[in-house]
């Protein structure tokens, strides 16, 4: 992990920098109102005007008040509404709650496996994120505090969503990001199960999507790159994959579905759809059959199963 400065009461925060060392975000953090070594990383909470309370994890931000429905709404509903009625869900990581607390607005939901590897973030979470945290209260949830990459070997389950809600591939999360793990991803998936996991930013991860996606196009029979804006991740910008065993994943999302979900603080259905609307520097990273996919789909105007054929 790079070298960072502890954050310290009415200060500067400079986060560990991307791109070389060229490319950094700045907080200015009111007051540290908690701070503790886990048995996996260094924790901080931060209290950042405007931006409200941040969670840092080894010294990069997780997750803030200010931005957190867009990066939960995306790596939630999307792939939950391309599958036709998602029942079993689990998550790998998402200590903080807040992709639990989306899972849970879908109604077709009964049960919810969560593997968080650090069980201190799921306390921290409840502490200081009530508003993320909710859903740990929830009967439908089974929490386990261990392994993801173990969790997916082991479980006899067959999850209709499978969530990877990772940080970044350094440190704990470096085993969530490798052919082994997506191959074990897909073999819990139940028939016509879908999956959406980090795929991190195409201006920061160049390397790391080139080579997913190249893994993802041998193991799954659909897998496209999505992205959200997060102001507070580096670069502005988040990227997804989603990965499915049989749904079509560009199909426009169900308008009486999306309205169960209701209130959302980002996600609206045209969002969805063009959250798959790549530029040329993303398409470059992905197959040719993936980008042609995403590109063309928009390009002449089909959508649906229709537009399936020519792929």
Do not use: W
Not at 111 to 117: A, F, T
Not at 125 to 142: C, H, I
Not at 233 to 259: C, I, Q
């Amino acid at each position: 992990m790079p070298e960072y400065s502890q954050p310290a009461d009415d200060a500067l925060y400079l986060e560990p920098a991307d791109l070389g060392g060229s490319l950094g975000l700045a907080l200015k953090v009111d007051r540290v109102l908690h701070h503790e070594q886990t048995k996996y990383q260094e924790l901080h909470v931060l209290q950042c005007g405007p931006l409200g309370r941040v969670l840092l994890l080894d010294g990069i931000i997780q997750t803030t008040e200010f931005d957190e429905p867009a990066y939960h709404e995306m790596l939630v509903h999307v792939p939950l509404l391309t599958h036709p009625a998602p029942s079993r869900v689990l998550i790998i990581g998402g200590g903080d709650g807040g992709t639990l607390r989306e899972v849970l607005r879908h109604p077709t939901v009964r049960q919810v496996d969560l593997c968080e590897i650090d069980g201190q973030v799921v306390e921290a979470a409840k502490r200081f994120f009530p508003g993320l945290a909710v859903g740990f209260s929830d009967p439908r949830l089974k929490l386990s505090i261990g392994d993801g990459v173990a969790y997916l070997n082991e479980t006899q389950e067959r999850y209709d969503a499978i969530l990877i809600d990772s940080s970044d591939p350094d440190g704990p999360a470096k085993g969530l990001f490798g052919e082994a793990f997506y191959q074990s991803v897909k073999k819990a998936l139940a028939p016509g199960g879908v999956a959406a996991a980090l795929a991190e930013s195409y201006y920061l991860y160049q390397d790391l999507i080139r080579d997913t996606f190249a893994l993802l196009e041998g193991i799954f029979p659909h897998a496209c790159y999505y992205t959200a804006q997060v102001p507070t991740y580096n670069s502005g910008l988040m990227g997804f994959a989603l990965m499915t065993t049989l749904a079509y994943p560009l199909s426009p999302p169900d308008a009486m579905r999306v309205g169960e979900l209701m209130p959302l603080k980002y996600y609206t259905e045209a969002v969805h759809r063009a959250a798959f609307a790549l530029p040329r520097p993303a398409l470059n990273l992905l197959p040719p059959r993936i980008a042609a996919l995403q590109e063309n789909i928009f390009a002449s105007g089909r959508g649906g199963l229709a537009g399936l054929a020519d792929f």
